[in-house]
């Protein structure tokens, strides 16, 4: 088995006891949604690039990326539990589909050490030339990633195990750290009037304002890290707030009617003006940021978290060749936005082929999504003892259900689970439901499909099926 290998995106990769990503996940790679200019996944994307016009952007980095890049880099300890074979998809022991956006923060760091004639990594090199916008960025100093990120999960509406992330990062000279944030804010004013004027034109959309409701909080579990100031951290954090408000209420407020809803559902509804749009920073754990928050918004009349943030680690700018800078990261989903914005109902949407989805979207425009007929559904229900000795993990299951049926398992639930009083075995019942976005099934194919699941799982995971 140590000789085979797998080609992913072109590139070949030695297979080992690791490898657990499945040919169905291995598809997915490649496919560029977010460069897809009518896609709504991409027209999220560019209005984000909108609030940080001064920001180098990268969109093609290769989703398979050293443990050390998503992990050790990012100061995640060796047993965290994002690692493990079950959350994560792995291609071999050194290389993996990344599971965030963060796994690109240090060696793009390291590509700006490089134009500063810091380090001439290969590497640092290949990834400049990816770059957009490097010259406003003040050589990449402050950059954006936008990325497919891979997670295995469960599967339903809202879950797909793969999903897009934007990351967000700053850096400041700590000599210049009050001026360098000075000259943040005043472009972010520029950005407003802007917005402002466009809006008030009739350019679309609606005007929103940010209201924080809560401050951010620092504790002792959510500390300043020792080699900071409090005073460097203030700036940090208020340029960092600032950055991300800007960026939410510019995104959220493209979308006119769904935007109307939420001074109706809000506490601070008012008739005139600006509507509200209420942000929350709830204290968060990152390995890499300290502190950190996650960011929700409250909106269409619950609060979303949307975003994770925080003070970069100063050992990840140190170990980057820069440890002359202090910064700030978010990493923002964008799906969730997205589905909301254009009234997206399933997640698997994004990933249709079908002119009906994709023919209803214009770049730079928010529409609400029109459902074609919903095509009927199928369900069957599989049941098994587990086996008695080895470990049954649900991804696992999850995993080989859509390696089979790939994304015509619309949603699978375990509806039952039951411990044999005597011979102290469980089994489970899972009921799947088959359903295409673009047409109608037949029961005798999702026979076939449900018949060869049964086959495999036995092979696999020694169930004895009921
Ligand atoms: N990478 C984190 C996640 O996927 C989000 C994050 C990014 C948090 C940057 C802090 C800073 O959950």
């Avoid at 100093?141 to 967000?168: C, K, T, W």
């Avoid at 990261?329 to 909301?340: H, K, N, S, V």
């Avoid at 459902?371 to 991804?395: I, M």
């Avoid at 005597?422 to 089994?427: A, D, E, I, Q, R």
Wanted: net charge negative.
């Amino acid at each position: 088995e140590s000789r085979r290998k797998i080609k992913v995106l072109g590139k070949d990769y030695a297979v080992d006891g690791w490898t657990n990503a499945t040919e169905a996940i291995l598809s997915k790679t490649g496919s560029n949604l977010i460069n897809i200019p009518s896609h709504p996944l991409s027209i999220v994307k560019e209005q984000i690039y909108k609030s940080f016009p001064n920001f180098a952007y990268y969109e093609k980095i290769d989703p398979v990326v050293s443990t050390f890049d998503n992990f050790e880099s990012l100061c995640f300890p060796k047993d965290h539990p994002g690692r493990s074979k079950t959350d994560t998809y792995y291609i071999n022991q050194d290389m993996l589909l990344r599971t965030h956006s963060s796994a690109h923060q240090m060696e793009i760091l390291k590509a700006g050490s490089q134009i500063n004639g810091l380090n001439n990594e290969p590497r640092s090199k290949h990834l400049l030339g990816l770059a957009r916008n490097l010259e406003a960025s003040l050589n990449n100093e402050r950059f954006l990633v936008a990325a497919d990120v891979y997670r295995r999960d469960e599967i339903d509406a809202s879950h797909y195990p793969v999903f897009h992330q934007m990351e967000g990062v700053a850096t400041f000279d700590r000599k210049r750290l009050a001026e360098e944030a000075k000259e943040s804010e005043n472009i972010r004013n520029g950005i407003i009037k802007r917005e402002n004027e466009s809006k008030a034109s009739g350019g679309g959309g609606n005007k929103l304002e940010v209201v924080t409701e809560d401050d951010t909080q620092i504790s002792k579990d959510n500390p300043i890290q020792g080699e900071h100031s409090p005073e460097e951290v203030q700036i940090l954090i208020k340029d960092m707030k600032e950055s991300m408000n800007i960026m939410v209420a510019s995104v959220l407020g493209m979308g006119s009617t769904i935007t109307a809803e939420n001074s109706r559902n809000s506490k601070n509804a008012s008739s005139s003006g600006p509507q509200k749009l209420p942000v929350r920073w709830i204290e968060a754990y990152f390995p890499f940021t300290s502190p950190s928050w996650e960011m929700e918004v409250w909106f269409q009349g619950k609060w979303l978290e949307i975003c994770g943030c925080g003070i970069v680690q100063q050992s990840i700018m140190e170990r980057s060749g820069r440890p002359d800078r202090v910064g700030w990261a978010f990493g923002f989903g964008l799906e969730r936005l997205a589905m909301i914005l254009f009234g997206i109902p399933d997640i698997r949407l994004f990933w249709s082929k079908d002119p009906r989805f994709l023919d209803q979207f214009q770049p730079g425009k928010i529409s609400t999504f029109k459902s074609f007929s919903r095509h009927p559904a199928c369900t069957k229900d599989v049941s098994f003892w587990l086996p008695s000795d080895a470990q049954f993990h649900e991804n696992d299951f999850m995993d080989t259900v859509r390696e089979i049926a790939g994304d015509l398992a619309e949603d699978v639930k375990l509806i039952d689970k039951f411990k044999h009083p005597k011979t102290g075995k469980t089994s489970h019942c899972y009921r799947i439901n088959y359903c295409s976005m673009d047409r109608n099934v037949t029961n005798e194919e999702i026979n076939k499909i449900q018949n060869e699941l049964r086959q495999v799982v036995t092979d696999k995971f020694g169930v004895e099926l009921r």
